[in-house]
């Protein structure tokens, strides 16, 4: 009887033998074997991630994405040198940060380069286009950033499910174009995500963080995490009624996580003055997201409408976008940033692989000329609605 407890005992140690011998290695190398990896000189580096102009003061958020601790010695505005109170304090251990407020009368619309200087002389700087106030949570702001995320988010999504009848009354090879059209429009919105991710690293993101790896990380596990979630969904019930809500769901998911990290990106440029919502950009936003509204209509277009479901699904894909703007506007992170869009692209990528494998069970399969035009037609409206944002 003794003997199963044995082999169990002797399996558990055999996966617990490696994690020890790499600690024991680690703790010499970093201990007694330290001269084996002590050579050269290990250079301090921190990342200026967010700069904030208040009323008679610049506040900055600095973090030490470096090797080794750093004190931060002097802050410069425009070359010269300024007075600095540092919060809360001015040493940093590796990705500690700290507020770095400067009392300065700075002027709006005018250019700006923040500097701070360490103890050992080295100084790292930032650049702003244009000051401008640094927005407070407040009733008014929470209700405006509502308004602008409902017009650029809900209702062009609403208005792209409108399209619902006419999708339901096409012959199957025209159904097949509309879905593969959806998957083309799916296809573009995870490409885009991704493009905007590796934007907001190469700008605002320090290297240590190793910005590309943590896109293609997170976009893989959310990929799989998505497809763990829709082979429950699909596969409670066999019901092909069923299977067209749960991919319909997914879209909506999917285009809303995308839509959070969107607006996390807008409410971070109209924070920092960059962006200035005029009448055309919101047109633009309209336009481009009212595909997506038809992107979560096109599965269920063979069934009899829900209308209940259908905003429902319309509600999870723009909402998010109301959040991600009031994130972005007052706590702006790029690793926040960069990991929404992440996971949105991959939640994206998952349900065009789902839309196109159900696609795949008709008989011409994804090698039809319906198939191949519609991913195709859905990229190319996607990049010229694009263009107008």
């Known amino acids: ?43 301090p580096e921190i990342t200026l ?57 700075w002027n709006e619309a005018e250019p700006y380069e923040i500097g701070l200087t360490l103890d050992d002389g080295t100084r790292f700087a930032k650049s702003v286009e244009a000051a401008a106030h640094a927005m407070k949570p407040n009733f008014e702001m929470a209700s405006y950033f509502a308004l602008i995320g409902t017009y650029v988010g809900i209702i ?20 097949a174009f509309f879905l593969a059209l959806t998957a083309g429009l799916l296809l573009f919105l995870g490409i885009d995500a991704i493009a905007e991710g590796l934007e907001i690293s190469a700008q605002g993101l320090a ?30 019930t066999g019901a092909s009624i069923s299977k067209s809500v749960a991919i319909a769901l997914m879209v909506s998911v999917g285009i809303g996580l995308h839509n959070l990290g969107e ?21 633009g936003f309209a336009i481009h997201n009212t595909t997506e509204g038809f992107a979560i209509a096109a599965p269920m277009a063979r069934h009899k409408p829900m209308i209940g479901k259908l905003a429902a699904m319309g509600f999870i894909a723009g909402a998010p976008a109301i959040a991600g703007v009031y994130i972005g506007g007052f706590t702006y992170s790029p690793v926040a940033a960069i990991l929404f869009l992440s996971v949105g692209a991959g939640a994206i990528f998952q349900v065009a692989a789902s839309i ?24 190319i409206i996607m990049y010229v609605t694009s263009i107008l944002v």
């Open 49 to 105: 991630e967010r700069i904030d102009f208040v009323d008679k003061e610049i506040q900055v958020t600095v973090r030490n994405t470096g090797p080794i601790d750093v004190s931060i010695a002097q802050a410069d505005v425009n070359d010269r040198i300024q007075p600095a109170a540092i919060e809360p304090d001015k040493h940093l251990g590796r990705f500690e940060t700290a507020s770095v407020r400067i009392p300065f009368e």
């Open 156 to 175: 062009p999504v609403m208005i792209g499910l409108l399209w619902l009848p006419f999708i339901a009354k096409m012959g199957q090879g025209k159904y």
């Open 263 to 283: 607006g996390l990106a807008v409410g971070a440029a109209m924070g920092l003055g960059e962006v200035a919502l005029s009448t055309f950009l919101i047109i």
């Open 207 to 236: 290297e240590s963080f190793n910005g590309p790896l943590l896109i293609a990380t997170v976009v893989v596990a959310s990929f799989v995490g998505l497809y763990c979630v829709s082979e429950k969904l699909v596969g409670r």
């Open 1 to 43: 009887m003794e003997a199963p407890k044995t082999s169990k005992a002797r399996l558990v140690a055999s996966g617990i033998v490696p994690f020890v011998v790499l600690a024991a290695m680690i703790a010499y190398v970093l201990g007694p074997g330290s001269a084996l990896v002590n050579f050269g000189t290990a250079l």
């Open 356 to 379: 196109l494998g159900w696609i795949s069970q008709d008989k011409k399969g994804l090698v039809s000329a319906h198939t191949a035009s519609g991913i195709a037609i859905g990229m």
